[in-house]
C-alpha cells in the first residue's frame, strides 16, 4: 500500500499548490472562475471527446455498470439527505450536503487520477458515474433542496435536469462516441489542438480543485464569523444560569454538527464506494456481465472525495456553504489514504503501480 500512496503524492501535491496559491494571495479567488471555465470547457471536454472518438467509451458490459453506480449512488443519497432531515437541516442545507456526500470528484480529480494510473481503459466506467452523477442524483438533490417552493415535484425536477442535459462533459462524451461511429479520421491540426488540451487538463483541473477547496474555505470562515457576529450573546445578557443552559445547547448542537459532519465523510469515502461494490456483486448475481477491472474503477471513483463545484452551486442556492466546504474539505484531505487502501483491496491499480 506505501508504493500506491507515492503514486497519488503529485496528483494531491498539484491539489496543495492551487490551494497555497489562493490561501497566499498569488492567485485572486475572484480568478478561480477563469481557472474553473478553462478545464470545464476546455480542457475536460477536449480529453472527453479524444477518449470517445478513440473507442475508449465504448465497452462491454458498461449497461451493467452505469446500474451498479446507480443503485450505489441513490442508496448513498438517500441515506444523506435522511441524516440531513434527522439533524434537523433545512431542505435546501440538506439537499446539497446530500448531493455534496454522493458527488465524487470525478471531473477535477477522477479523470486525471484514474486515467493516469489506470490508462484509458477507464475513462468508460468513470464516464458511466458521470452520466448518473450529472443527469439524475444532481437532479434528485436540488429537486429535493427546492421542495415546498410552488410548483409539482416534476416541475421541480425537471429545471436542474435541464441543466444538467447542458453540461459540457457530457455533449463532449456524446459527440466523441459519435465521432468514432462515422470511423472518420480527425485531421491531425485538430487532432493536436485537442491533445494538447487535453495534457493541459490534468494538472490545471488539480490546481483548480486546490484553488475551489481555498475559497470555499475562506467562504465558509467568513460566513461563521458573520453568523458570531449577528448572534446576541454578549449584547443582551440575562440571567446566569439562562446563559449556562444557553452555553450547554451550544456545545450540544456543536457536538451534534460534528457528529454529521463524521458520518457524512465516512459515508463518502468509505460505505459509497462499498455500496457499489456491493451493487456490482448483486448485479453480477443477476446474470448481468462485468469485468472485474470496470468494478474496481467503479469502486475507486465512489471512493473519490466531494466534487468541488458543489460549494459554488451551495452559495449560488443559499445553501450553508459551511457545512459542504467542511464536508469537501475533509473527504479531500482523507481521500489520499481511503483511495490508496481500497486500490489496495480491489488490486486494480497494483499492475500500474509495479
Request: aromatic content about 10%; charged content about 10%; overall charge positive.
Amino acid at each position: 500500500m506505501s508504493d500506491l500512496l507515492w503514486l497519488f503524492v503529485p496528483f494531491f501535491l498539484l491539489v496543495l499548490c492551487g490551494w497555497g496559491a489562493v490561501r497566499a494571495g498569488l492567485v485572486d479567488p475572484g480568478g478561480i472562475g477563469a481557472l474553473n471555465g478553462f478545464v470545464l470547457f476546455f480542457g475536460l471536454p477536449a480529453m472527453l471527446f479524444r477518449l470517445g472518438a478513440s473507442g475508449a467509451l465504448i465497452q462491454p458490459g458498461l449497461p451493467g455498470l452505469v446500474l451498479v453506480y446507480g443503485l450505489g449512488g441513490f442508496t448513498i443519497t438517500a441515506l444523506a439527505l435522511w441524516l440531513g432531515t434527522r439533524s434537523g437541516w433545512a431542505r435546501r442545507d440538506a439537499g446539497l450536503v446530500a448531493l455534496a456526500t454522493a458527488f465524487p470528484n470525478t471531473g477535477f480529480l477522477g479523470l486525471p487520477l484514474l486515467t493516469g494510473l489506470l490508462g484509458a481503459q477507464a475513462a468508460g466506467p468513470v464516464a458511466a458515474t458521470l452520466i448518473i452523477d450529472v443527469l439524475l442524483l444532481s437532479s434528485l438533490c436540488l429537486a429535493w433542496a427546492h421542495r415546498g417552493a410552488s410548483g409539482a415535484w416534476w416541475a421541480l425536477w425537471w429545471v436542474p435536469l435541464k441543466g444538467a442535459l447542458r453540461n459540457p462533459l457530457l455533449w463532449s462524451m456524446a459527440l466523441g462516441v459519435a465521432w468514432w461511429s462515422t470511423g472518420w479520421q480527425m485531421s491531425h491540426p485538430i487532432d493536436e489542438t485537442l491533445r494538447l488540451l487535453a495534457v493541459a487538463t490534468s494538472p490545471a483541473a488539480l490546481f483548480t480543485l486546490g484553488a475551489i477547496l481555498a475559497r470555499a474555505q475562506m467562504t465558509a470562515k467568513a460566513q461563521a464569523k458573520m453568523r458570531a457576529q449577528a448572534t446576541p450573546d454578549g449584547v443582551e445578557r440575562g440571567p446566569e444560569r439562562g446563559h449556562e443552559r444557553s452555553a450547554a445547547l451550544g456545545r450540544r448542537e456543536r457536538n451534534t454538527e460534528r457528529g454529521a459532519l463524521l458520518a457524512l465523510v465516512g459515508a463518502k469515502l468509505l460505505l459509497h464506494p462499498l455500496l457499489v461494490l456491493a451493487a456490482g456483486e448483486l448485479v453480477h448475481a443477476w446474470g448481468w456481465p462485468l469485468s472485474g477491472f470496470g468494478l474496481s474503477t467503479l469502486v475507486m471513483a465512489a471512493a473519490l472525495p466531494s466534487a468541488s463545484n458543489v460549494s459554488m452551486l451551495a452559495e449560488r442556492e443559499g445553501a450553508d456553504t459551511t457545512r459542504v466546504a467542511r464536508l469537501i474539505m475533509w473527504t479531500t484531505a482523507l481521500s489520499w489514504l481511503t483511495l490508496a487502501a481500497w486500490a489496495a483491496w480491489r488490486g486494480a491499480a497494483l499492475p500500474v503501480a509495479r
